[in-house]
């Protein structure tokens, strides 16, 4: 993570462990920075290891181009980098409160970090901040765990000390953190330790006895197994513990995708449990490395097979969120992404400023033609919406507009997407005026009823690509065009078009 991230007082918040390959003060790849050390293209290329990891290194990716960009030491240079900043932090914590982790890993660390930014924000980012408010209005309830703050009469969040010192203080203690980061993806780390359940977690380095705990007494029923790289072997792990009175020891195999945990009882083999992993199609496989493992375990009597190996349930690669990101993050990526060979601009941009004050996402700095007007792409006499299509847009906003808002997009974005789910209506106009707006789980989709079926659908990103004049001039065309067609009786009537439902499942206007 930025060397902005890194802890400058002992306050709550002012401490970040790390996670995976990219969460964490002056961290990135995997690889700890030195002060002021930009990351390199190699460090970008590392895979996170899950959905978190993913979104903390968008928050690196941000944190990075504010840290090149505004520099400025006058006080409205550091007003815009503090608003800079805390956009970059609402994209990240936007993120993970909807993400719901399914192990405890990724729990812990989320409950952590959710705090943590937001009590470093509170205390770092003021006169040009109104966390407290920004929290209340933007992100606050999108987690019922995470609802509005309280503010002191000096307007700042009244923080429970104990509770933000605990949860990170616990994350570390029982070795959670050394876990995130030993280079295993979190799939394979809980198949690293499926002896542990949550909340019956122990410190991994128990308090001695007498200055001394002897191994032969060592338990770690309760403990975490952390994998360790093999030197001479880059893609396998192992680990071993005595785990109710037995030893214990897992190895693992990356690029084969093969973990084997073995059980002695004494010196006796006991049992090999083998698991044989498929990559999984999608994000989950091709951005993070999960899989569906085959299992099979063989039991053994006096060092021999005993009968022939059984074979257990399968375990499926987990379900992932898809990464919600502004225009502007999508924008600078690739160039931050070349490390010592990224350029930056002198100071920031239009479009930067457009994006950390809040008002929009920007037009993409990287699809800005220099020297262009703004009147390039909508020159004067642009499409504008009818009254009806207005009301039409009105009623998108009510429905979904304050959930749009929870997940971080601005007005602007909003406005948008009220363009795109109209010209979907008129699209399919045929099927009657809209009934409701419904917003995917994973906030990618939206999804439009009308008063005859199927379904309508479209995708949140491809319609953030356009602008909302764009939109809009796509509706009149279409418009256009049903008028031409009426005025046609010899061309037969279209009809519609059956879209079929996808697997990810749809909710109220209310919800995600």
Not at 231 to 255: C, M
Not at 486 to 501: F, G, H, I, K, T
Request: proline fraction near 8%.
């Amino acid at each position: 993570m930025s060397e902005t991230t890194r802890p400058t007082a002992p306050d709550p918040g002012g401490f970040v462990p790390r996670f995976g390959m990219y969460a964490g003060p002056n961290y990135a790849g995997g690889r700890a920075l030195r002060p002021g050390e930009t990351p390199s293209a190699a460090d970008w290329q590392v895979r996170p290891i899950g959905f978190l990891d993913d979104v903390t290194r968008n928050h690196d990716i941000n944190y990075t181009y504010i840290e090149k960009v505004y520099t400025g030491d006058d006080a409205a240079s550091r007003a815009a980098r503090n608003q800079a900043l805390w956009q970059a932090d609402k994209e990240m914590l936007g993120n993970m409160l909807r993400y719901q982790p399914a192990n405890w890993l990724e729990a812990q660390y989320r409950d952590a970090a959710i705090r943590a930014f937001v009590a470093k924000a509170d205390m770092s980012y003021r006169p040009h901040v109104d966390v407290v408010s920004e929290w209340n209005r933007n992100l606050a309830g999108i987690d019922p765990r995470f609802p509005s703050l309280s503010a002191s009469e000096s307007g700042r969040a009244q923080w429970q000390v104990f509770g933000l010192v605990h949860s990170g203080a616990t994350y570390i203690s029982t070795g959670m953190e050394a876990l995130s980061t030993s280079g295993v993806n979190t799939q394979v780390a809980m198949l690293f330790n499926t002896h542990l359940r949550p909340g019956c977690i122990d410190p991994l380095k128990p308090a001695p006895r007498n200055h001394a705990y002897p191994e032969t007494a060592r338990d770690d029923s309760r403990r975490i197994l952390v994998p360790t790289r093999d030197p001479s072997n880059l893609d396998v792990f192992t680990a071993e513990g005595h785990i109710d009175g037995k030893r214990v020891r897992v190895w693992y195999d990356q690029e084969k995708m093969t973990l084997i945990r073995t059980v002695y009882n004494g010196d006796q083999l006991e049992s090999k449990t083998t698991y044989r992993g498929v990559i999984a199609s999608g994000d989950s496989g091709e951005k993070y490395g999960y899989a569906t493992y085959e299992v099979v375990r063989q039991d053994y009597v006096d060092g021999q097979p005993k009968g022939d190996p059984v074979k257990l349930p399968s375990i499926r690669a987990p379900e992932t969120l898809s990464l919600q990101e502004s225009e502007h993050t999508r924008a600078i990526k690739p160039n931050v992404e070349q490390g010592q060979n990224a350029r930056f601009p002198q100071k920031p941009t239009a479009e930067d400023r457009a994006w950390h004050s809040g008002e929009r996402a920007g037009t993409s700095p990287a699809a800005t033609k220099p020297g262009a007007a703004a009147s390039d792409e909508h020159p004067a006499g642009a499409a504008q919406p009818t009254l009806r299509q207005a009301s039409q847009a009105q009623q998108f906003k009510d429905q979904l507009g304050p959930r749009l808002a929870q997940l971080g997009m601005s007005e602007q974005q909003i406005n948008i997407l009220a363009a795109a789910a109209v010209k979907e209506q008129t699209r399919f106009a045929g099927q009657g005026d809209a009934q409701g707006y419904y917003l995917s789980k994973d906030g990618g989709t939206i999804a439009l009823r009308q008063v005859h079926p199927p379904l309508r659908e479209f995708a949140v990103g491809p319609a953030l690509g356009r602008s909302e004049l764009g939109h809009w001039a796509d509706v009149q065309a279409m418009e256009a065009a049903s008028q031409v067609g009426a005025r046609s009786p010899e061309q037969a009537p279209q009809p519609a078009l059956q879209v079929a439902m996808p697997n990810a499942s749809v909710s109220s206007p209310a919800r995600v």
